[in-house]
């Protein structure tokens, strides 16, 4: 029998194993905070003079609208599944898996980007240190593709939990951010012409203070880099302790802590987003973000170097490089628990997808040749994540607005819906002014659906049921046939009344020479949703008219439902059982179309062929007849 392998995305045992919330926020921290050693640069050159307040409206974004998302996100999902999860569950048959193959290839761009994009920048802070400078400079695409590789070695090695060095990295690189962000604010105080030069400088670029907003409106989807961790946060939800009355199906510690951590981690980064954003463009030059200046990608490095010295500079700039170099791993940590929770599970995934390494050399291949593509820059590539991490918040605030509407829940709805609307909006404006991140989007979605249907295809005769349990009267019908040759007639129910049963016995009594006085057992599968791909089997007995036994199953293919009966009946009673079907008309490969597609089709070739495949002993295979 196929088997469910627990794989590197398995939930730990147990709903009150754990650790504090604060020290899990730590571990999403890698990724969310680490942003702060590019975000600040990139906004400035996105933004300009208007960056504060265009920040200020991507706070407010976060605070009013991702949060509550998220938090609801949390609710519904206390797992780790996240909002992908949701909308599987909403959406269903295969319109609901190409859906959810389309955000795991914008999740792949989001996780994929963080390694490459982090990477890119802990380069830059690396060749812009003074002690370095002359060596490393013009080797950028060299020293990331390095640091990608060294990440890459330390999954081969195996990768263990590492929350401990995470709580260690984020409160020592926020410690050195609070006292840059200090430092700067002072500088700003003590210096009382920088707010009316960059002022006056504001009104006569933008004019009243209406456009300024309406301006910052606009801009802001440039800034979504400050979104990042949300997706992050809500996965490492398991990891989390619970409380002593928390449940499997109900973890409420777990899911309080849970929105503690997303609601403390948005609060800090939201300050730090305004505080460091007001500082960097007043303080910095224009020109320095540009790229090639001193500031472009890491403006509070920037600010360290010029206001406490190259000492406490190079202090921050290693403290940034070991976070920024450490979120690509919680990005790689990621993609090893997305991808083996759906792929395989869909069939849509070669066997190797389950095994970690084989899964760390692609990522990292792929991660090599984004660097090369986009030639290590940080800001080519602020595209690409920003349109990954705005595709999954849309999508997670889609899936709490339909959650909420199920619900009838009129308020949230409505609420949520204003959320997503301004997320699409967001989303919309970030693909039209920056299309590479859709693009490399779109190459990750066409991988990922290219992939699964050859995989798919591959696998399609596998056994694929994952258990197989007969109520009471089902193992009556087995144990009172098993000490004599076990007949079963393949039906497809149609009226269900006496004359189907009876013609049908009828007919292949006489077509297959079976004698009046052998026992026959009527066998129904009815597909349930044909786009899944393993399934457990539950068999249950009937008796119709008074005299015909029938097992009725619900699976997601008719012949793999049949071959796993079959199997299970042959192991239960050391007898090969016996199966009889009637040929059906049409094309083959119509038929091989429906199966895949609906789970129909031409079934007996295929139960053999699935029987052949689970059981190459011939003599220990059931047998199947054809009339």
């Known amino acids: 029998m196929a088997k469910r392998q627990p794989g590197p995305h398995a939930e730990p045992e147990g709903v009150h194993e754990g650790r504090p919330w604060w020290r899990v926020m730590c571990l999403t921290g890698l990724d969310y905070f680490s942003t702060l050693g590019y975000q600040p640069g990139i906004a400035a050159l996105a933004a300009g003079l208007l960056s504060p307040l265009a920040t200020v409206v991507l706070v407010v974004v976060t605070l009013v609208g991702a949060l509550p998302v998220y938090r609801r996100v949390a609710e519904e999902s206390p797992h780790g599944q996240g909002s992908i999860a949701m909308l ?21 761009t989001d996780f994929l980007i963080t390694i490459t994009l982090s990477a890119a920048d802990a380069t830059a802070h690396l060749v812009e240190n003074p002690h370095f400078t002359s060596t490393l400079n013009g080797h950028e695409v060299a020293v990331t593709l390095i640091l990608v590789g060294l990440l890459g070695a330390v999954f081969l090695k195996g990768f263990t939990e590492a929350i401990g060095i995470a709580v260690a990295l984020v409160a020592v690189y926020l410690l050195l951010n609070a006292i840059v962000v200090a430092v700067g604010l002072w500088h700003v105080w003590t210096a009382p012409q920088v707010i009316p030069d960059w002022s006056r400088a504001l009104v006569a670029e933008r004019g009243s203070p209406l456009v300024m907003i309406g301006v910052a409106l606009v801009i802001f989807p440039k800034l979504a880099l400050g979104l990042s961790g949300f997706e992050t946060g809500v996965a490492v939800m398991p990891h989390i302790e619970g409380k002593p009355g928390d449940t499997p199906e109900r973890p409420a510690g777990r899911i309080h802590g849970a929105r503690k951590l997303l609601t403390t981690a948005a609060v800090i980064m939201s300050v730090f987003l305004i505080t460091s954003s007001f500082i960097t463009t007043l303080l910095i030059p224009q020109r320095e973000f540009e790229p090639g200046g001193r500031a472009n990608g890491r403006a509070l490095a920037y600010l360290a170097h010029e206001y406490l010295g190259s000492a406490f500079g190079s202090v921050y700039d290693a403290s940034t490089i070991a976070i920024l170099w450490f979120a690509g791993a919680s990005a790689m940590a990621g993609l090893l628990n997305l991808m083996p929770r759906y792929l395989p599970r869909y069939g849509m995934a070669p066997h190797w997808a389950r095994a970690v390494r084989p899964m760390v050399l692609v990522f990292i291949a792929i991660a090599f040749l984004v660097t090369w593509i986009f030639k290590a820059d940080v800001d080519a590539q602020g595209g690409a994540y920003a349109t990954g991490v705005l595709v999954l918040i849309t999508s997670a605030a889609i899936a709490v607005t339909i959650a909420a509407r199920r619900a009838r829940q009129r308020r949230w ?113 009815t597909v349930a949703d044909p786009s899944e791909f393993e399934s457990d089997l539950r068999v249950c007995g009937e008796v119709l008219h008074g005299r015909y036994r029938v097992l009725t199953l619900q699976s997601a293919t008719i012949p793999n439902a049949l071959a796993a009966l079959l199997l299970w009946v042959r192991d239960m009673t050391g007898q090969r059982p016996h199966i009889y079907f009637e040929w059906t008309e049409g094309h083959p490969l119509a038929h091989f179309l429906r199966f895949f597609l609906f789970g129909q089709g031409e079934v007996a070739p295929v139960t053999r062929e699935v029987l052949r495949e689970a059981e190459p002993d011939r003599g220990r295979r059931p047998h199947v007849h054809v009339g």
Do not use: M
């Open 413 to 525: 709805t409505l609420g949520f819906g204003v959320i997503a609307a301004i997320f699409l909006y967001t989303t919309a404006v970030n693909v039209i002014e920056r299309p590479d991140g859709v693009k490399i989007g779109a190459c990750f979605i066409a991988g990922i659906l290219a992939v699964s249907l050859l995989s798919r295809v591959a696998r399609a005769f596998e056994l694929r049921v994952t258990s197989v349990t007969f109520d009471p009267l089902a193992e009556r019908f087995i144990r009172d046939t098993a000490h004599r040759r076990i007949r079963f007639i393949a039906n497809q129910p149609e009226r269900r009344d006496l004359v189907e049963y009876r013609d049908k016995q009828h007919q292949i009594r006489a077509d297959n020479d079976i004698p009046p006085e052998d026992d026959i057992i009527f066998v129904e599968v």
């Open 88 to 108: 599987e569950r909403l959406l269903t048959f295969w319109k609901g898996k190409v859906f959810v193959l389309t955000l795991l290839g914008f999740a792949a």
